[in-house]
């Protein structure tokens, strides 16, 4: 087989998505891997082809947290503006694996963490009925 047959049958066992679809697309981000699967298959992917992955920076390319949860770190410019996940196709992970290094030039950033936004909208709506019902009985 070759390098790219080889890491999407990789993708496509830490994805569980149709190695046609990954072909054709990208790896990561809503229609591709997120969370621990995005993790674990770059590790994976890391090891088996021998690629070091100490530039790879994840909130560029996909939410490290379980969706359906929003984004939590951001990366932003100098203006506070996010910039959008940047997608990553197999293309460039068979490039990496000839080269044996992720080589990918980030733009200049800090990182926003949005960690409230890890929690979803529920608990908040549960704090804001108990602070209303707190409210409700000190005023009657």
């Known amino acids: 087989m070759s390098t790219r047959a080889d890491i999407l049958a990789m993708a496509q066992a830490y994805s569980g998505l149709d190695t046609v679809k990954l072909s054709q697309g990208y790896l990561f981000g809503p ?79 800090t990182v926003r963490n949005n960690w409230w936004r890890l929690f979803g909208p529920l608990p908040w709506f549960f704090g804001a009925a108990l602070l209303t019902l707190g409210a409700t009985a000190i005023l009657c």
């Open 31 to 109: 229609k591709g891997m997120e969370g621990d699967d995005a993790d674990e298959f770059l590790d994976a992917f890391s090891k088996e082809f021998g690629v070091d992955l100490s530039d790879f920076v994840h909130y560029f390319h996909y939410d490290a947290d379980e969706p359906p949860i929003h984004r939590r770190l951001e990366p932003v410019d100098a203006t506070g503006q996010a910039f959008p996940l940047i997608p990553i196709h197999i293309d460039q992970l068979v490039h990496a694996a000839a080269s044996g290094k992720w080589q990918m030039a980030y733009p200049a950033h």
